[in-house]
């Protein structure tokens, strides 16, 4: 592969992404209309606000205990099946809070315990793009990703917006649970068979090989890996191992630590646009900018920069995620504060620089957990974001909270700058291979 890297169009000429890329968009866009949808429905039910926003809260709480003990399924059952399971129960639970006249309360505990698996359907996305496409080509799909992350977003909540007003919120529940059978159908027929990664035992060990042979403490995670290994157990011990495996070692550590913390800086900014404007709707207007500048700075710096300069960028753009908020110290209207929002939320694309590198960190037997670990940290840590600045605003208003909120992001970029900084030398896929294959026969 040349230095430029791989093209767009070669990521599109996969047929296997296509079908991922294809099935994305319709959860992304499913998942906008669904609990836009919950919102009103909730709303109208009650007529409290504070639950009606708590139907969001449901869709984050999920993502931190499924990441936390469930993981290890994403390597242990076949990606395919995880996925199209996936889509399955989004159609069941989507139609149950239609039709099913439940009460609120067991509809957001439906949410919840459902959405406890959410991680794991994702990791198995996630995990699955290296095989399709090695190398940088699975950059750029990473890339394309958030591009349709961001998109199917504002189209979901723009297309939600039109569903309610002519079905209803029950109306647009089912046509989510439409979209996701349609998402199934595509996954099944349109994916090859793949197993799981390995069986629990194995993959605990290789997950610990590996991981211990880059760490700074590499006896002592070796020795948990051949203990772990020796053990077994079930998903949630699986998954509580080898997510200690990951966070000791430093690099992985590092990599996880550099996805997170910036953008939960930038979650807490968002989370205060509604109360800076008054709650006007005008706050739409700001968080949709900062979706659109998201897909924007996704695709230029996918499209434009070179996999070298990628990694180089990662530092600069993730001080950038931070330094916009800082001029609403001095209070700007809402053009303007939909510029800043724009401009940060830009900033994301620093994380295409480090896509290769946690690649390459990560013990293939145990990619699928290690995604899914780094997808529910970006989800817990925007939500203790949220819940911070939103603290913070109580106490010294939304303008000096957003401002604050913008100083921790850039604080937290200059301290992780040792990981966002290129490595001079990216330990390579074979090389890991080569790491984990003596313990699966030991």
Do not use: H
């Not at 906008?32 to 709303?43: D, N, R, T």
């Not at 029950?170 to 799981?196: D, E, H, M, N, Q």
């Not at 008054?278 to 499209?303: I, K, N, P, S, Y």
């Amino acid at each position: 592969m040349t230095e430029r890297g791989a093209t767009f169009g070669q990521v599109f000429a996969v047929r296997e992404f296509r079908v991922l890329f294809g099935s994305f968009a319709l959860l992304i866009s499913g998942d906008s209309i669904k609990m836009l949808a919950l919102s009103v429905l909730v709303y109208a039910e009650t007529g409290s606000p504070g639950l009606s926003a708590a139907t969001y809260m449901a869709g984050w709480l999920p993502y931190i205990l499924g990441g936390m003990f469930l993981l290890s399924l994403a390597d242990r059952l076949p990606p395919r099946a995880v996925m199209v399971a996936g889509e399955l129960v989004r159609v069941v639970v989507c139609l149950l809070l239609a039709f099913a006249g439940l009460p609120v309360p067991v509809m957001l505990g439906l949410v919840l315990v459902t959405g406890l698996f959410a991680p794991v359907f994702g990791a198995a996305r996630s995990a699955l793009l290296p095989d399709v496409l090695p190398g940088d080509a699975f950059v750029l799909a990473r890339s394309l990703m958030g591009v349709t992350s961001a998109g199917a977003q504002i189209a979901g909540l723009a297309v939600g917006g039109a569903f309610l007003a002519v079905t209803g919120p029950r109306g647009a529940l089912a046509i989510t649970a439409g979209l996701s059978a349609v998402a199934a159908l595509v996954l099944r027929y349109g994916l090859p068979y793949r197993p799981g990664r390995g069986a629990a035992a194995s993959g605990v060990a290789a997950g610990g090989a590996a991981v211990g042979g880059t760490a700074a403490a590499g006896g002592a995670a070796v020795g948990d890996a051949s203990a772990a290994r020796g053990a077994g157990g079930g998903a949630v011990r699986v998954t509580l191992r080898v997510n200690r495996l990951l966070l000791v070692d430093r690099r992985v550590r590092g990599l996880l630590l550099a996805s997170w913390l910036p953008c939960m800086c930038m979650a807490g900014a968002e989370a205060m646009v509604v109360p800076y404007l008054g709650g006007q709707g005008q706050a739409g207007a700001v968080l949709a900018a900062a979706a659109g500048g998201m897909a924007v700075g996704e695709f230029a710096v996918g499209r434009f920069a070179a996999p070298a300069i990628r990694e180089r960028l990662s530092l600069p753009l993730a001080v950038l995620i931070g330094l916009p908020w800082l001029a609403f110290l001095m209070a700007p209207g809402v053009a303007w504060a939909a510029v800043l929002a724009a401009v940060s939320a830009a900033g994301v694309s620093y994380q295409l620089g480090l896509q290769r590198r946690f690649v390459d960190a990560v013990p293939e037997e145990a990619r699928g957990q290690a995604f899914g670990l780094l997808s529910a940290g970006l989800m817990t840590g925007q939500a203790i974001g949220a819940a911070v600045i939103g603290v913070l605003g109580e106490a010294i208003g939304p303008g000096p909270a957003i401002f604050a909120a913008g100083i921790a992001g850039v604080l937290a970029a200059l301290a992780l700058s040792g990981t966002l900084r290129p490595e001079a030398r990216s330990v390579s896929a074979s090389e890991v291979t080569e790491v984990v294959r003596p313990s699966r026969g030991g």
